[in-house]
């Protein structure tokens, strides 16, 4: 009875998202917060202010009615509304003429604070909270908080084509689940599914192109797939993991992940898959 309400709840999470993406769209249009896509037309950027406000309701249901999963559920909020905030505080104020890490902390040491090492710095932070509730070992404390802040920014990253970040954040999600229920810890998962259907429900306007989530939406996505894989793998999957995310940070500071994805026919099929 618990499975079949929890899938209830995902399924209205992604409905009430579809229906009610339109207004935060109509709401920034009308505020006059767009900025210019891959294409150079207009759109309303950071739509993805959103996700925590759908979260929190649904988090609240799921307390009341369920009852368990409290104390992550806490957290989770925690994360993706800090996540979701320095996100939204780049899409609105951030400049474009400083890229990558090694720009942002070449101006800050120079004494110019750029959203983006604001946004990494907390982001840092707010990793290194999460780490310190799910482990007491300060070498894998350290990991944790490398995996998620990493992961944060590699869904950054990833968010500069219509439809790619989430498309990559419902692959990775079912990687993780699958995982989880060949080693029998679904229960882990059970907390992120009202995102997850929220998520799932604005994918399609994501798509179309008829708006963008920003880094306050990306954030979000990055976050959360960032917790579920300290809090689900092993030691060892989780340092190859780690690795990845070092290794694709490293690459993307000196070249273009779009041309990369660009130039591979598979990659670049799976990227436009669904897309106008």
Not at 124 to 136: E, Q
Not at 240 to 251: D, N, Q, R, S, Y
Request: aromatic share 14%; with cysteine.
């Amino acid at each position: 009875m618990i499975a079949v309400y929890r899938f209830l709840i995902f399924i209205a999470a992604a409905l009430i998202s579809y229906a009610f993406t339109p207004a935060f769209i109509d709401m920034f249009e009308q505020g006059g917060r767009l900025i210019k896509n891959y294409k150079g037309e207009m759109k309303p950027q950071g739509i993805g202010i959103m996700f925590p406000f759908y979260s929190l309701l649904w988090y609240i249901l799921y307390i009341l009615t369920v009852k368990d999963h409290s104390a992550d559920i806490l957290l989770i909020q925690f994360a993706i509304t800090a996540a979701c905030l320095i996100g939204f505080i780049d899409d609105m104020l951030g400049a474009r003429d400083v890229l990558g890490f090694k720009g942002h902390f070449r101006n800050l040491f120079k004494g110019r604070l750029t959203t983006g090492a604001l946004k990494a710095i907390v982001g840092l932070l707010v990793a290194f909270i999460i780490s310190l509730f799910l482990t007491s070992n300060l070498l894998e404390t350290v990991t944790n908080m490398l995996i998620i802040a990493l992961f944060t920014n590699f869904f950054n990253l990833l968010d500069l084509r219509p439809g790619r970040a989430v498309k990559v954040y419902i692959f990775a999600f079912l990687v993780i689940l699958a995982n989880l229920i060949i080693t029998h810890k679904t229960t882990a998962v059970f907390p992120f599914i009202p995102l997850v259907g929220s998520i799932i429900g604005y994918m399609p306007y994501d798509l179309k192109a008829r708006c963008m989530m920003g880094d306050a939406g990306s954030n979000v996505l990055g976050i959360s797939i960032g917790f579920l894989v300290v809090l689900t793998f092993s030691w060892h999957i989780k340092i190859a993991v780690l690795a990845f995310l070092i290794g694709i940070h490293i690459f993307t500071e000196k070249y273009s992940l779009t041309d990369l994805i660009k130039n591979n026919r598979f990659l670049n099929y799976l990227d436009n898959l669904g897309r106008l």
